[in-house]
């Protein structure tokens, strides 16, 4: 859009600047009722993952093939328990002292992992609410330039970068963790699914996709 476009959009937009005071407090209502829902529903998220059982069958690092996949789909459902406890299709399996502290190692190990997507998904759309809190004018002008939406995902991919990165930093102690289990506990064998790829291929994998948003 050049400039005279520009200019023809703005004697367009003139009869709405009487009204530009009342629509830019509605907007920045609405974007203040966003924020607050965000944080309420991750407030809620993060209750729910350190209290509910932690599910085994979703936890997947990396691309998956078809083959994978299907594997995946045939295995029972495991989850662990905030008491450490390790239930296969609802089942709870024996387990001593030990076992059940490297099932709570590794059950906070995920969590914690989970907490740092949590945190960034959070930061991704509060950042993406803040950038689009503009004029109503470079609202409509950055909408119809694409501009608003370059902003924002270059805000967004600035920001957020290191804090996914996070997580490919800790797949190395994630993946001794499962092999440790995988060792101790046949039954937890199925769900120990972290190979050297996934750690290797982490970082890389993350700044590809960044970039291809």
């Known amino acids: 859009m050049n400039r005279k476009h520009i200019a023809v959009l703005f004697v367009a937009l003139s009869p709405l600047v009487a009204q530009a005071g009342t629509v830019r407090t509605e907007v920045a209502k609405d974007l203040d009722d966003a924020r607050q829902e965000i944080r309420t529903e991750m407030a809620k998220a993060r209750v729910e993952l350190e209290s509910e059982n932690l599910s085994l069958d979703g ?3 990396g691309k998956e093939n078809k083959d994978q996949a299907t594997k995946r789909g045939t295995v029972p459902k495991g989850e662990i328990t905030p008491r450490g406890d390790l239930l296969i299709d609802g089942e709870a ?11 709570l190692d590794y059950r906070a190990q995920v969590i914690g992992i989970a907490r740092t997507g949590m945190d960034a998904g959070e930061q991704a759309a509060m950042l993406a609410i803040d950038a689009t809190d503009v004029s109503l004018f470079r609202l409509i002008v950055g909408g119809l330039t694409g501009s608003l939406e370059r902003r924002v995902e ?40 972290l190979d050297s790829d996934d750690v290797e291929n982490c970082e890389r994998d993350i700044r590809k996709d960044l970039a291809a948003r």
């Open 59 to 61: 936890l997947h690092f």
């Open 93 to 103: 399996v024996a387990v001593d002292a030990v076992q059940r502290r490297q099932l």
């Open 154 to 193: 270059a805000t967004v991919q600035r920001e957020i970068q290191p804090m996914v990165l996070q997580i490919c930093h800790r797949l190395p102690q994630l993946r001794d963790s499962q092999q440790a289990l995988a060792a101790s506990m046949p039954d937890f064998r199925p769900y120990a699914t």
